[in-house]
């Protein structure tokens, strides 16, 4: 992913839901970057999910039916919540 | 260097219930409309609503207009236009009925009817029982509304623009309103929208202060907006705290909670509301509650090791109920507080969530400012909807579920007087003046160029601490002049932001420093409005003047942003078709 898409996934890191807002902003900003390509690319479709489907992905309330999704959903449940 | 213009009938900033509704209007009166997004219409703050809708459908229990108005303008201590509110309160079914057939997906009795659940503030006859009136979608509500009015609108070919973030709105030489400048964040470029009208609606500034539930793109950029271009805002002393905020993150839990059953106790397990409502006890309206959490952490009697927040118990109620009616509740106390509602209370303190002032508007949408002493006179061409705006229908304090209702009806309202006045008074573009996008370039050009300047971070978060400490839920002279001086203060260090990255592709660090401008207009307006108000009204909860003041403060407040000066303009008092509700003491 070049460095302009990474912007463009902060931006899209800002959400209509305080909740996905603390949990997204410092994953996109530490750990996005670190990530190879193909997890940047999940991360990118994981973003055009709902606000409220996302959230219950990320509470674990339901599980992603897009298997492709999860594990990229579990990483961000497993890193800390940053404001 | 020039910058492209772009024509169109109508355009409207923000793409949440208000605008989305508007412009639903306006397209399918096959007028040519924009609509401008910093983020994708269905991501927009209304998405975040849970509780619900409100609406005297008296589906569950006989219910009246004329009820809701009287709990509206209760719950706007009597500062509210009753105008303005008989209005929403009549139109409140027919909207909802509306939303209904668009294909919102409302919760159902087994009749087939929309069901209606108990709410804050809602009661039947003038005040006396609580009554069912908020209308939901699961716990779903504003996403529902959101991908319902977004669809509608993408049929009636309402062009969007989304990503794009508004930055000045272009007054002519006359005052009238014939645009706004708009940064497109894919490319960097500016775009003057020229439009017959355009409407605000860019939702609330919560993220003024240090604890909000609000998302972080709620800052406030239609007021600054409107600030820096002259338009006064009316009423910025109001701001509602929601009583249960998870403590130490800001996320909410519903008012739902409480509708269903669930009880706030303190330190000594002590169900407290007893003492401060006695009727409506833990229903009491938004900031009844939030003071008397505030005072018993304040008097000691908080949870906790530093006694600094309250419990919300709701194990009592069932995991069945929880499970059924409150499916979101469990996984945010679960995420945010650690802890299972099914077994354990969750910690709660008051927390912002909602603007009851805004940019000054009429029943109609239209957007008024004083002229030649007149407090009143529409500014051609302008219009404001939804949370931006003041109807001013929530006056000191709004009802939970009628800001949702506010977006629907106001919507559909300015849409209207927009939709006439383009017929009428405007059926050509006016022309732009000359330097129509100067002001906004030139702002662009100082971020470009600033040296020496400090991180928008540590200012926005200097702000939020100063908004937070002065003009929280307990107020007093003393605090709130600090808070002027000190607000002041920031506002100045604001003007010499510095960004670190200039590039101008989807710059996130540009657009929060655009941002904080308009934040920082909005915090210096709530001190310096909440300093003057010399009463206790509504959310407004002073403790030198613990008292409400009809004969000398029953009237709005005025921020003049440039010359931060103060006026003040009387009440509505006279409703559309009723009689006058007469001050009376606010108690639940
Ligand atoms: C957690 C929470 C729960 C709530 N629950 C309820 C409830 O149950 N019932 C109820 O009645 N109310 C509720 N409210 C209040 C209600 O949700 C909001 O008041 C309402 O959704 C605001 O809608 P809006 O259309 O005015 O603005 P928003 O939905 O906030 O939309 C603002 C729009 O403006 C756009 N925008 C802003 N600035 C710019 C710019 N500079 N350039 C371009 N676009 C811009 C944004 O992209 C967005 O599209 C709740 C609020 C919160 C925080």
């Known amino acids: ?83 | 260097m020039t910058v492209p213009v772009r024509k169109f009938d109508a355009v409207i900033v923000g793409a949440g219930g208000a605008g989305l509704r508007a412009a639903l209007q306006l397209s399918e009166a096959g007028l040519k409309t924009a609509v401008i997004s910093k983020v994708f219409p269905t991501r927009s703050h209304t998405v975040a609503a849970q509780g619900g809708i409100s609406a005297s459908l008296g589906n569950v229990q006989e219910d009246k207009w004329e009820w809701h108005m009287y709990d509206t303008v209760k719950g706007s201590d009597w500062l509210g236009d009753q105008d303005a509110i008989e209005f929403m309160c009549r139109q409140a079914p027919e909207v909802v009925v509306e939303l209904e057939h668009f294909g919102m997906p409302f919760d159902r009795l087994e009749n087939g009817k929309i069901y209606q659940r108990p709410f804050g503030g809602h009661m039947a006859n003038n005040g006396k029982t609580p009554v069912e009136r908020a209308c939901a979608a699961a716990d779903r509500t504003g996403h529902a509304m959101l991908h319902t009015l977004y669809q509608r609108n993408v049929r009636a070919q309402t062009q969007f623009f989304v990503e794009w973030l508004a930055l000045d709105l272009i007054r002519d030489a006359e005052g009238d309103v014939v645009g706004v400048t708009a940064l497109e964040m894919e490319t960097g470029e500016m775009v003057v929208f020229h439009a017959k009208a355009v409407l605000f609606a860019t939702g609330g500034s919560g993220r003024i202060y240090a604890a909000s539930t609000n998302a972080f793109i709620n800052t406030g950029d239609g007021l600054g907006m409107s600030v820096r271009a002259g338009i006064p805002l009316e009423d910025m002393e109001f701001w509602q705290f929601h009583p249960t905020g998870v403590a130490g993150a800001g996320v909410l839990i519903t008012e739902g909670v409480r509708g269903e059953g669930g009880i706030l106790l303190n330190g000594n397990g002590e169900r407290f509301m007893e003492r401060y409502a006695p009727n409506a006890k833990d229903l009491a309206s938004r900031d009844v509650v939030s003071r008397a959490m505030a005072l018993e952490i304040l008097e000691g009697r908080g949870c906790g090791k530093d006694k600094d927040h309250v419990l919300l118990k709701l194990d009592h109620i069932g995991p069945e109920k929880i499970m059924s009616k409150l499916p979101g509740i469990r996984e945010i106390a679960i995420k945010f507080a650690g802890v299972d509602p099914i077994k354990d209370p969750i910690p709660v303190v008051p927390t912002c969530h909602y603007q009851m002032g805004g940019i000054p508007t009429n029943y109609k949408g239209e957007v008024v400012a004083p002229k030649d002493g007149n407090p009143e006179v529409r500014v051609n061409g302008f219009y404001a909807a939804g949370e931006c705006a003041c109807a001013s229908v929530h006056g000191a304090n709004r009802l939970g579920t009628n800001s949702l209702l506010d977006l629907v009806v106001f919507g559909k309202a300015a849409g209207n007087s927009m939709i006439d006045f383009i017929r009428n008074e405007r059926p050509a573009l006016k022309p732009l003046p000359a330097n129509a996008a100067e002001f906004s370039q030139a702002r662009l050009a100082r971020l470009e160029n600033q040296t020496g300047g400090e991180e928008v971070a540590d200012v926005r978060a200097d702000m939020q601490k100063c908004v937070q400490l002065r003009a929280g839920v307990f107020r007093n002279s003393e605090n709130l002049a600090r808070g002027v001086a000190e607000i002041k203060a920031i506002a100045e260090r604001a003007k010499r932001t510095q960004i670190k990255d200039k590039s101008r592709v989807f710059n996130t660090a540009r657009i929060e420093a655009l941002e904080l401008d308009n934040l920082i207009e909005v915090a210096v307006a709530t001190l310096v409005c909440a300093e003057a108000r010399k009463e206790s009204r509504g959310a407004h909860a002073h403790d030198d003047f613990p008292d409400r003041h009809d004969e000398e403060w029953m009237k709005h407040t005025l921020y003049d942003g440039q010359s931060r000066q103060l006026a003040y303009k009387p009440v509505h008092t006279k409703p559309l078709s009723i009689d006058y509700i007469a001050p009376q003491k606010r108690v639940y």
């Not at chain 1, 603390?22 to 900003?29: I, S």
């Not at chain 1, 996302?54 to 999860?70: A, F, M, Q």
């Open chain 1, 1 to 83: 992913m070049d460095e302009l898409e990474l912007k463009r996934m902060v931006w899209r890191s800002r959400r209509g839901l305080l909740e996905l807002d603390l949990q997204l902003a410092g994953f996109v900003r530490d750990v996005l970057p670190t990530m190879d390509a193909d997890g940047q690319t999940v991360y990118r479709d994981l973003l055009l999910v709902s606000d409220n489907d996302l959230l219950e992905y990320l509470n674990g309330k339901t599980v992603c039916p897009d298997t492709r999704l999860v594990p990229m959903i579990e990483r961000i449940r497993a890193s800390r919540r940053t404001d």
